[in-house]
């Protein structure tokens, strides 16, 4: 069985986690442990490479162009952001079998917590029912967002789930680049949601999925 290094970074600055996130996948070879690191940010906006318009703070929340994929979005407190840093040729893993291990690890946290999350074609994440919205979004509200980089056939940046985070942020701008997509918190649907709990129910939900993947 092949190791899985899981560190908590805590609250860390996303400038300074990405940075340290180009430094080991520069760095890795073909020794290097797989991590993956969970943290929490301080607020901020960050723009994937498929929008690449804005560095001018949106109402006094700074926003940083990003090199992974995916549009924009907030982080803040009381989101559990994970980052996957592994190499994807040394676990036989296409970049949307990662997604895959991604999506079901965050799905089974949040059945955990008594919730079914539900994904949508050509939408990245992960959504719950919540009735209204509209278009490809009726009924449904997004509770993780998913954005990869794969350099080197090593992958980093990660997923961002919002547990009990200031949701307010996220009306200044077109979450993902979806107009009108509501956001929703996993403590609005299930009360005894925490971050210290959820992040408990994480690092459980990553053994297993990874070790599935890679044993």
Request: proline content about 5%.
């Amino acid at each position: 069985l092949k190791k899985l290094i899981i560190r908590d970074l805590g609250k860390v600055d996303y400038l300074t986690a990405w940075q340290e996130m180009i430094d080991f996948t520069k760095k890795r070879d073909q020794t290097t442990e797989d991590e993956f690191w969970i943290c929490e940010h301080l607020p901020v906006f960050t723009l994937g490479t498929s929008l690449k318009n804005s560095i001018l703070p949106i109402r006094g929340i700074r926003c940083i162009n990003t090199d992974r994929g995916g549009k924009i979005t907030y982080h803040g407190p009381g989101q559990l952001v994970g980052y996957p840093l592994m190499d994807l040729r040394k676990n036989n893993l296409y970049p949307k079998e990662l997604l895959d291990l991604i999506n079901r690890t965050v799905l089974s946290v949040m059945r955990e917590f008594g919730i079914e999350g539900l994904l949508v074609p050509e939408a990245p994440g992960i959504y719950v029912s919540k009735p209204g919205g509209a278009n490809q979004f009726f009924n449904l509200a997004k509770i993780c967002s998913i954005g990869l980089k794969i350099s080197n056939h090593s992958s980093y940046h990660g997923f961002a789930l919002n547990v009990s985070a200031d949701l307010e942020p996220f009306s200044y701008i077109n979450p993902c680049g979806y107009e009108g997509l509501r956001i929703v918190n996993l403590n609005e649907i299930a009360q005894n949601a925490t971050l210290e709990s959820a992040k408990i129910v994480l690092v459980e939900k990553i053994k297993e999925q990874f070790r599935e993947k890679r044993s």
